[in-house]
């Protein structure tokens, strides 16, 4: 890769920043596809942040932000406007310039995952779903989803008032049954989304008793593994159809491309996705 003076830079930005993957997978697709931009990592502390994104901006060749942990919900307060599925969730993970002035903000966890849901065949328009866990990627599945149009959309978690509060501001937006829960009990669904964080170990508890599952149910596990997760494994093991959630971040790819102002980069990637997912693949 050739840095020029009319190269346009982004940022990944997040404390820490040493696990990101980012810089990695984009400078690899805009050298080859030739693009001039650079991703480079930073990492910014909580206090300094608001400070550190309006500088940033100040510069001409600055084209936006990556954003991660455990800024995504701080980052949001500061956007000027957000895409719904940030509204909703509190959060975002891409930032540019808005062009009334400000910064416009969007996350595309939940794009991401519903696109996924579009890869491996699986429609939930008109069938009940439960989402497990209501934090940031619950939050963001679950905004999701609602957009989908399902019959039922249920959210588990083990503080029901966090998944009520995510219930309140989806109400307003999409005429669905919407419900929440401190059940994990997948029976009657048809469609059910992991989205906690048990099973990054392989000695965690099943978050969900598969045994409880309809015949014909679909299960996703959005935790980012190299080996199947122990839900994906048992359900397997009792021949339930199981997803793991890697495809949701190549998805979010080319969102990200055409969010800051790459549409033909976009759509080549759309179009296929085989350097994505090997250049994503879990370590």
Same mark, same amino acid.
């Given at each position: 890769?050739?840095?020029? &003076?009319?190269?346009?830079?982004?940022?990944?930005?997040?404390?820490? +920043?040493?696990?990101?993957?980012?810089?990695? /997978?984009? =400078?690899?697709?805009?050298?080859?596809?030739?693009?001039?931009?650079?991703?480079?990592?930073?990492?910014?502390?909580?206090?300094?942040?608001?400070?550190? +994104?309006? =500088?940033? #901006? =100040?510069?001409? @060749? #600055?084209? &936006?932000?990556?954003?991660?942990?455990?800024?995504?919900?701080?980052?949001?307060?500061?956007?000027?406007?957000? =895409?719904?599925?940030?509204?909703?969730?509190?959060?975002? @993970?891409?930032?540019?310039?808005?062009?009334?002035?400000?910064?416009? &903000?969007?996350?595309?966890?939940?794009?991401?995952?519903?696109?996924?849901?579009?890869?491996?065949?699986?429609? +939930?328009?008109?069938?009940?779903?439960?989402?497990?866990?209501?934090?940031?990627?619950? !939050?963001? +599945?679950?905004?999701?989803?609602?957009?989908?149009?399902?019959?039922?959309?249920?959210?588990?978690?083990?503080?029901?008032?966090?998944?009520?509060?995510? *219930?309140?501001?989806?109400?307003?937006?999409?005429?669905?049954?919407?419900?929440?829960?401190? @059940?994990?009990?997948?029976?009657?669904?048809?469609?059910?989304?992991?989205?906690?964080?048990?099973?990054?170990?392989?000695?965690?508890?099943?978050? /969900?008793?598969?045994?409880?599952? @309809?015949? &014909?149910?679909?299960?996703?596990? *959005? *935790?980012?593994?190299?080996?199947?997760?122990?839900?994906?494994?048992?359900?397997?093991?009792?021949?339930?159809?199981?997803?793991?959630?890697?495809?949701?971040?190549? !998805? !979010?790819?080319?969102?990200?491309?055409?969010?800051?102002?790459?549409?033909?980069?976009?759509?080549?990637? !759309?179009?296929?996705?085989?350097?994505?997912?090997?250049?994503?693949?879990?370590?």
């Amino acid at each position: 890769m050739t840095i020029t &003076g009319k190269t346009k830079v982004f940022m990944i930005i997040g404390d820490p +920043v040493a696990q990101v993957r980012a810089p990695e /997978v984009y =400078n690899h697709l805009f050298a080859r596809h030739g693009v001039d931009a650079v991703v480079v990592p930073m990492k910014v502390a909580p206090a300094h942040l608001e400070a550190f +994104v309006g =500088n940033a #901006f =100040n510069a001409e @060749n #600055f084209g &936006g932000f990556w954003v991660t942990i455990p800024h995504k919900a701080a980052m949001q307060a500061l956007m000027r406007i957000c =895409n719904p599925v940030a509204e909703i969730a509190g959060a975002v @993970n891409a930032v540019r310039r808005a062009p009334e002035g400000g910064f416009e &903000g969007a996350l595309f966890d939940g794009l991401g995952f519903v696109k996924g849901l579009d890869h491996f065949g699986v429609d +939930v328009m008109d069938r009940s779903v439960l989402v497990l866990g209501a934090g940031g990627g619950g !939050q963001a +599945v679950a905004a999701a989803l609602a957009a989908r149009g399902p019959a039922r959309l249920s959210i588990a978690n083990r503080s029901v008032d966090k998944a009520q509060a995510i *219930i309140d501001r989806l109400q307003p937006r999409y005429p669905i049954a919407l419900d929440c829960t401190g @059940n994990t009990d997948p029976a009657g669904f048809d469609v059910i989304v992991h989205c906690t964080s048990q099973g990054l170990s392989q000695t965690d508890p099943l978050p /969900v008793d598969p045994a409880r599952m @309809n015949p &014909g149910a679909v299960v996703v596990d *959005i *935790i980012m593994t190299k080996e199947p997760t122990p839900l994906l494994k048992a359900c397997r093991g009792r021949g339930i159809v199981a997803h793991p959630g890697f495809e949701m971040l190549v !998805q !979010q790819v080319p969102e990200y491309m055409r969010f800051f102002g790459m549409p033909e980069l976009a759509e080549t990637l !759309q179009h296929d996705l085989g350097e994505v997912r090997q250049l994503l693949l879990p370590r």
